[in-house]
């Protein structure tokens, strides 16, 4: 990765003005992945939707997420990351008036697709442009302020997502993206200078993107989400569910044999799982994150529909979490520096299970602070013991030549976990049709989904336990 002939320093207009570019536009992804739970109980309401379109809502958004990521950054590295980033977040904002006009759940849904395609090409430039930007003494600060700042907009997200539902309608979470988007792309044409990866680029007319290996991941994903979502309404045995779940299965074994051919020139390089360390992170990943959006998914809705909450009271009850989050973060990863990660991988998971067995008590009358409190905290406390040493320890167990792609796909396997889940728990606790406005129905797939969630982090804490250790210098491929 090259920086710029004049690269920026903290503390100039420049500085500033590219970090809040790069801070709003991930903001905004981050703030779309979160507040969007909040909202299906009322958009469900309005446009008359069964829990097959909830899940398709959330699902399209982290499906072209998951997908697309990796190639969003390879777009950058060749064509130029502010000129990708700025078409991404152009992108963005449109896609997100779509589903704020949307007039039915099929207009909503295909909005929802184009906006995680917009979020896959701005994610990787909003830090891409950061490290390539700043000069290297500044980097570390520079890109440390974003993450912070970043996670600030996702702890206020649910606030302010379900301030706006109720003083507003659900359409305006999406149409607040425009301004956001305005703002960053004045500071980027302002501020961000361009830059790209000079070895790519000289190699751009003989390598190819992987756009093969991408399209195959997006129908792999994609036919087993349809599968698992569509299994309740059609049954398991009808022809279209088994048509779709073989089709996403045949296309994952095609994304791994298209991978394994094309060597260094994929966009995942197979000989990364040559690392066994890298292979276990990465399904440690997916299953804790798979808890983790299934948890904030049922929560949601159980809240505003079995319980009766306003919108915003939903969106507070997660707050806590994410500030453990953001204040319990830097001391994880330190403590993980310290002792290696196999301690707070394995105990985290089963803090975060304990919190939501606590959950699964939940009902009519429900306090906030007696009831609801004491599970957030303890799962958001377990989350923070794992997020900064699973991170750190997925880089570490590569090359560092790898790293951009190690962490690209890490960050695809926690969409994909998350993908999974929403798609599959609803047939698991037996919620379809509209029974997620009535009440009875609604308290049993919750406590069903809490209870398939904790067990999913004990899994975690268990391939933690057995499996992970500190990563060593020289342990993954070069």
Known sequence: MTAPASALRMGTAGGRGTLLAAILASGMVFLDTTVVNVALPRLGAELKANVADLQWTVNGYLLMLAAFVLLGGALGDRFGRRRIFLFGVVWFA?????????????????????????????????????????????????????????????????????????????????????????????????????????????????????????LLGALGLGGVTYALIDAPARGGRSPAVLASALVGVLAMALFVLVERRRGEAAMLPTKLFGSRLFSVLNVFTVVVYAALSGFTFFLAIYLQNGIGWSALLTGL??????????????????????????????????????????????????????????????????????????????????????????????????????????????LLVGLSGTGYEQKGALAGAFRGAMLWCAGLLLLGAVLAALLIHRPGKGRGPS
């Open 317 to 426: 009850a997660t707050v806590p979490m994410t500030l453990l989050l953001l204040v319990g973060s830097p001391r994880a990863g330190a403590l993980s520096a310290k002792i290696g990660p196999r301690l707070p991988l394995a105990v985290g998971p089963v803090v975060a299970a304990a919190g939501l067995l606590l959950l699964r008590g939940i009902g009519p009358g429900a306090s906030y602070w007696t009831d609801v409190l004491p599970g957030v905290v303890l799962f958001g406390a377990g989350l923070t013991l794992v997020v900064a040493p699973l991170t750190t320890s997925v880089l570490a167990a590569v090359a560092d030549r790898f790293a951009g792609v190690a962490s690209g796909f890490n960050n695809a396997a926690s969409r994909a976990g998350g993908l999974l889940a929403v798609a599959a728990l609803p």
């Open 94 to 214: 449109g896609a997100s008036v779509l589903c704020g006009l949307s007039q039915g759940t099929g207009w909503l849904i295909v909005a929802r697709f184009l906006q995680g395609a917009g979020g896959a090409l701005l994610t990787p430039g909003s830090l891409s442009v950061l490290q390539a930007s700043f000069h290297p003494d500044d980097r570390g600060r520079a890109i440390g302020t974003w993450s912070g700042l970043s996670g600030v907009s996702t702890a206020l997200g649910p606030l302010l997502g379900g301030f706006l539902i109720d003083a507003l309608s659900w359409r305006s979470i999406f149409f607040i993206n425009v301004p956001l988007a305005v703002a960053v792309v004045l500071a980027t044409l302002r501020w961000v200078p361009e830059s790209r990866d000079v070895a790519v680029s000289r190699a751009g007319a003989k390598r190819r993107f992987d756009i093969v290996g991408a």
